[in-house]
């Protein structure tokens, strides 16, 4: 097994952009206001399991469903848009989840931190870079959307 840190850091990166934990912050803050509480750890552990499953099987899994990955991507990107505009006019498009337990799939694991265009992103990744580069990459990105997530109960806290 050969690792190489350019393509490591190429990878971790690339995917810190794209996920843009940092960006999501609002809107976790806005979600855990209406939530109450946003279980931290089984979040990252979800779109952990996403990532890495769509690192492995990401595109025969589309075929499977006769998506294309761009379609997949649009699609994806249409509900990130729709809860935006939640968040910024005060509305409620899609029904409130009440449960925590199911709000942490839908839509914080998934599409907010393992979305559509993460998922599109391993696939091309995927591509070009080693498995070993790919799954250290999301995994440094999953420990830092457990601090993240983790910071926002304490931030919260002190409000």
């Given at each position: 097994m050969d690792f190489n840190l350019k393509d490591y850091l190429t990878v971790t990166f690339t995917l810190f952009a794209v996920i843009d934990i940092i960006?999501?912050?609002?809107?976790l803050i806005s979600m855990k206001s209406?939530?109450?509480?946003?279980?931290e750890l089984r979040v990252t552990l979800i779109s952990g399991a996403l990532m890495v499953l769509f690192l492995y099987i990401g595109k025969p899994f589309l075929s499977l469903l006769g998506l294309e990955?761009?379609?997949?991507a649009?699609?994806?990107?249409i509900v990130i848009f729709f809860l935006g505009l939640e968040?910024?006019?005060?509305i409620e498009l899609f029904k409130s989840e009440k449960d925590v337990r199911a709000a942490t799939v839908v839509p914080i694991a998934f599409p907010l931190i393992a979305g559509s265009g993460t998922l599109t992103t391993i696939i091309s990744l995927k591509a070009v870079y080693s498995y070993p580069a790919m799954l250290f990459g999301i995994l440094?990105?999953?420990v830092f959307i457990f601090i993240v997530l983790k910071s926002l109960r304490r931030?919260?806290?002190g409000l």
């Open positions: 960006g999501t912050i609002p809107v209406k939530l109450g509480a946003i279980h990955v761009e379609s997949f649009v699609g994806g990107s968040m910024i006019l005060g440094t990105n999953l931030a919260n806290s």
